[in-house]
């Protein structure tokens, strides 16, 4: 996982929000201001006022000084290390990814939209008849990549794709995704495919 060495206080409260799990929405709700406002802090566009950092610096359970300074670093206490949990809210929060693919040495780009974790890795689903699935077979390797158009941050995972034959994996993403259960019924359930993605990096910007 990659993270700069200097980090603006707006990208320090994306990130501690994202791993507490809070939306701009609920965040604006428990300060008292308008989603547009937490939108421009995190963006370094506008800057929290005091009682505001106050509050924040509670809730993060982090010093002021560590979201005021740039070179201060995270520490055990203070982690903004990014977890796979976060990804996945990441993700589902922009209601969509693109995974890329390498297909005779060429790179390929398509959407996808059903993501799942288990909060110790992420999961991929699509179908054994589309070329996709041949491509992950061939090559695993892979870059997976999301934009928040509400935050204007993105997300870009770089790893591997490795088949997933855990039926309790595949459960969880089907309740997850009732149209799974619509398209892969009785005889088609053997072309569902579900991948586990073996994370080599992570960047938010």
């Known amino acids: 996982m990659v993270m700069g060495e200097k980090m603006t206080t707006g990208e320090k409260l994306a990130l501690l929000r994202e791993k507490k799990g809070i939306t701009q929405e609920k965040l604006s709700e428990i300060l008292n201001v308008s989603r547009q406002s937490v939108s421009r802090w995190e963006t370094n566009i506008s800057f929290p006022e005091t009682d505001k950092l106050i509050k924040l610096s509670k809730l993060f359970e982090c010093s002021i000084d560590f979201l005021l300074n740039e070179d ?81 941050r993105w997300i870009r995972i770089r790893g591997k794709a490795e088949t997933e034959s855990s039926i309790l994996i595949k459960d969880e993403m089907i309740n997850h995704y009732p149209l799974l259960k619509q398209k892969f019924f009785n005889d088609t359930e053997i072309f569902l495919a579900i991948f586990k993605v073996i994370i080599d990096e992570i960047n938010i910007f």
């Open 72 to 152: 201060m670093q995270e520490n055990e206490e203070n982690s903004i290390n990014i977890a796979i949990d976060d990804c996945y809210k990441f993700i589902r929060e922009c209601g969509y990814f693109f995974l890329a693919t390498l297909s005779e040495n060429q790179p390929k780009l398509r959407p996808f939209g059903m993501i799942y974790s288990d909060k110790k890795a992420l999961y991929i689903a699509t179908d054994k008849r589309k070329n996709v699935y041949s491509e992950l077979i061939t090559n695993p390797q892979i870059e997976m990549a999301s934009y928040n158009v509400n935050t204007r």
